[in-house]
């Protein structure tokens, strides 16, 4: 456990830091919206393999963005300012990074009217093979900062019932 300066790193002290603190720790995550920039993308890693000897997703994101460096900046400076006022007696904020990797899924089913740079169109059919509906989280090109499970439930209600009124100009283009 850190002591923060307030005690050694071991021994009886670090000790009773450690009994009399131990219930005050707290670490937290924040994790920011990202915008989908154009540089970002999802491909085939040529070199890294997973178990089965297949080709792992690699995500590039071109780089730290400004808006999202703000975002999390303004956020860690909220974090603190509760943290503060929750009592703390000290306040570790890791170095701005921009996006990251996340739990929270999303991909490179990219969605739009136009087939050259975008997958899928507006309602998340393919502009390549006709009669495939793309349903769940690939179609979005962005990390939410929150539980993504009611967008990607939305985004494929959305397209269910695309298709349901439209059944029969999407059934025979």
Excluded at 63 to 91: D, L, S, T
Excluded at 94 to 113: E, F, L, N, W
Aim: glycine share 10%.
């Amino acid at each position: 456990m850190n002591t923060y300066g307030r005690a050694p790193a071991w021994g009886s002290a670090w000790k009773k830091f450690v009994r009399e603190n131990a219930g005050r720790v707290a670490t937290s995550y924040i994790q920011t919206s990202t915008f989908p920039y154009e540089g970002g993308y999802l491909d085939l890693d040529d070199t890294v393999r997973d178990p089965l000897g297949d080709p792992v997703c690699r995500i590039t994101l071109g780089g730290v963005k400004e808006n999202e460096q703000r975002a999390q900046q303004y956020a860690h400076k909220k974090m603190e300012e509760w943290f503060r006022a929750a009592g703390a007696i000290e306040v570790t904020i890791p170095p701005s990074t921009g996006p990251g990797i996340s739990t929270h899924a999303y991909g490179g089913t990219r969605m739009g009217d136009n087939q050259e740079t975008n997958v899928v169109d507006r309602w998340g059919f393919s502009h390549e093979v006709p009669n495939l509906g793309v349903l769940g989280a690939s179609v979005m090109g962005t990390s939410g900062a929150r539980n993504p499970t009611l967008t990607v439930q939305a985004l494929a209600w959305r397209t269910a019932d695309h298709l349901v009124k439209n059944w029969k100009s999407i059934a025979s283009p």
